[in-house]
């Protein structure tokens, strides 16, 4: 669990862009290399302590791995309606 407030605001950068990119049309191997180029980032940036970054890194994959992440509910339809 994640409770840095930098490490924290950079997983809902990293997951908000992994749904965006998403809905654009990459899948999952291309995902996960965009979720590696973005951790490098960070460990060459020296964003963060390695520690931190090794959890982000855990925390973002778990996040990659969870298919209900990434699809979106069907909507409900009114069952009121004649």
């Known amino acids: 669990m994640l409770q840095d407030a930098r490490s924290i605001r950079y997983y809902q950068r990293i997951t908000d862009a992994l749904v965006d990119h998403w809905n654009r049309g990459y899948r999952t191997d291309e995902l996960r290399l965009f979720s590696q180029g973005y951790i490098s980032a960070l460990r060459h940036a020296d964003a963060l ?34």
Not at 55 to 82: G, H, I, K, T, V
């Open 49 to 82: 302590e390695p520690y931190l970054i090794n959890r982000l890194e855990e925390e973002a994959m778990r996040f990659l791995l969870d298919p209900s992440n990434f699809y979106e509910p069907e909507p409900e339809f009114d069952r009121d309606y004649y």
